[in-house]
């Protein structure tokens, strides 16, 4: 028997009342299981085994797949389904962490993370582009791929002005190593804005402006690293 907290990122029915779930779990990783029964209407998994579910659970372990016996709902970041935007903003987060989640591998802060990242979906009613947007640099330092956005990268002295931001090489080049790098322009305000979206706390996103060109860089910084980009809910997006 195994005491673990789940987020649901994917369902598909299986049999005539059961579901296979696809979760990320705090303490094991990206996991499936099979929920049983779930699909009845009188089922005590009913509320745990939705999309965006965050659940308490008891699971125990079948051959390749876990069972859940016992599930204590948290959160069903009910309001997602009320607002569009908010819904497919964390249907994106949902999908994007399904890819780069590892099977059995554990990271209880990415899981926090995306935790926290959906309930602040769930109860904003705008800047879901910025919240994103602060969630994928966030999500690219934790996996090991946080951009130097202090030092220019070919002479190591601090940036102080407006730089060039390049992608393959994970920073900035100040205005007189520009030659030697083959990035895209950058504003100090920009790039202060880039620090502000690593450092800042969610609950505090409102309090920072973004430009497109940030959104921008910050999305195709993550998707080089992670090697993906055509993600089926940025289309919807």
Do not use: W
Not at 160 to 177: E, V
């Amino acid at each position: 028997m195994i005491e673990d907290e789940i987020l649901v990122v994917k369902e598909l029915n299986y049999k005539e009342n059961d579901k296979i779930l696809h979760v990320l779990s705090r303490a094991n990783g990206k996991i499936q299981l099979i929920s049983k029964g779930s699909k009845k209407n009188n089922s005590h998994l009913i509320n745990a085994s939705q999309l965006f579910a965050y659940s308490r659970c008891t699971l125990t372990k079948s051959r390749d797949m876990y069972i859940i016996t016992h599930a204590e709902l948290i959160d069903s970041f009910y309001n997602l389904k009320n607002n569009i935007d908010a819904f497919y903003h964390g249907s994106y987060v949902l999908e994007l962490i399904s890819y780069i989640a590892q099977e059995n591998e554990v990271d209880s802060r990415i899981f926090d993370m995306t935790v926290s990242v959906l309930s602040h979906f769930s109860s904003l009613q705008k800047d879901f582009d910025k919240l994103t947007a602060a969630y994928e640099l966030k999500l690219a330092a934790m996996l090991g791929y946080m951009p130097d956005l202090k030092h220019c990268l070919s002479c190591g002295k601090d940036i102080k002005g407006n730089s060039q931001f390049s992608i393959k090489d994970g920073g900035l080049y100040c205005g007189d190593c520009v030659n030697y790098g083959n990035g895209i322009n950058v504003t100090y305000n920009e790039i202060i804005t880039m620090e502000r979206l690593l450092k800042i706390k969610f609950e505090s996103i409102c309090s920072v402006d973004v430009n497109q060109k940030v959104l921008q860089i910050i999305r195709n910084f993550l998707f080089y690293y992670i090697g993906k980009d055509n993600f089926t809910t940025l289309k919807l997006l």
